[in-house]
C-alpha cells in the first residue's frame, strides 16, 4: 500500500505566502509516497485564486507541482456518506447558548475522508480547532469557552463517535513540514560563508525564521514550540 500524506488548503497557503513551496518535490522524495489534495482543496487553492486578483499568483506557482506529479488530485468514490456524517457530527457537539459552534467546513471533511479512505501515515492541517477535534477535544473546548466567553455544551456521544472514526489519523502541520525539510538539509543553501559574515548566528536565525514566518501566515503553533525546536536544533 502506498504511503500518503493528505493535504488541507492552509498548510499549502502557508508553505506558498512563505516561498517555500520548493522543499515539496524534495520532501516527496524522501518521503517516498504521495502528496494528495482533494477537489475541495483543488478549489480553494487554484480554482478560485485563479479568478482573484490578490491570490492569482499563488495559484500560478502551485500549477507546476499538479501537472508535474508532486500533488495530485484524489476524488473519493464512496466517502459521500461518511462526509456528511462526520460533518453533521462535528458541527453538532459543540453548544453554546443554544446554538451549535461550526467547527468544520466540507473542505476539511472532505481532506479527514480521503485520510481515512487512503489509510494515510498522517494528514497535514494547520487550523486549530480541526487538529484538536482529532487529537484532544478537550483542549477545543477550553479554547472555544476562551474565544466565546460562555460555557459549552458538549455532546459526549458525538465526540466518542468522531474519536472512533479519527483514532488511527494523525496530524501534522506545516511547521513538521519545516523542521523535516531543514533536518534533511534542505535550507543549506542559505548557510553559505558570505551570509554567515552578516549574521553569525545564521543558522539559529534561518529555523527561527522560518518556523515564525509560517506562524504568522496561518499556521497554529505556540511561541514555545518554536523556541523548543530551535534550541534543539542548535545543540545537534
Known amino acids: 500500500m502506498d504511503k500518503v500524506l493528505v493535504f488541507d488548503t492552509g498548510p499549502i497557503i502557508s508553505l506558498a505566502s512563505n516561498n517555500l513551496l520548493w522543499i515539496l518535490p524534495e520532501l516527496k522524495e524522501k518521503f517516498g509516497g504521495r502528496f494528495v489534495i482533494t477537489p475541495k482543496v483543488k478549489e480553494e487553492l487554484i480554482d478560485k485564486p485563479l479568478k482573484s486578483k490578490k491570490f492569482r499568483f499563488e495559484a500560478v506557482q502551485l500549477l507546476p507541482l499538479l501537472a508535474n506529479g508532486v500533488i495530485e ?23 453554546a447558548k443554544n446554538n451549535w459552534i461550526k467547527i468544520v467546513h466540507p473542505a476539511e471533511i472532505e481532506v479527514l ?6 489509510h494515510a501515515q498522517a494528514v497535514v492541517i494547520d487550523e486549530t480547532a480541526t487538529r484538536y477535534l482529532i487529537e484532544d477535544p478537550s483542549k477545543l473546548l477550553n479554547r472555544l469557552e476562551r474565544k466565546l ?9 458525538h465526540l466518542n463517535s468522531l474519536k472512533i472514526h479519527f483514532k488511527n ?3 501534522i502541520r506545516s511547521f513538521e513540514l519545516a523542521i523535516v525539510a531543514y533536518d534533511a538539509g534542505l535550507f543549506s543553501k542559505y548557510l553559505n560563508e558570505d551570509s554567515k559574515k552578516y549574521d553569525p548566528n545564521l543558522k539559529h536565525d534561518l529555523l527561527s525564521g522560518v518556523l515564525w514566518a509560517l506562524k504568522l501566515n496561518g499556521c497554529s503553533v505556540k511561541t514555545e514550540d518554536i523556541e523548543d525546536a530551535v534550541s534543539l536544533e542548535s545543540k545537534r
Do not use: D, F, R
Open 149 to 157: 466567553h460562555s460555557k459549552m455544551i458538549l455532546n459526549k456521544e
Open 169 to 171: 489519523l494523525k496530524v
Open 73 to 95: 488530485v484524489y476524488e473519493s468514490k464512496g466517502a459521500t456518506s461518511l462526509s456528511t456524517e462526520l460533518l453533521n457530527l462535528a458541527n453538532t457537539s459543540y453548544e
Open 113 to 118: 475522508c480521503a485520510a481515512l479512505e487512503l
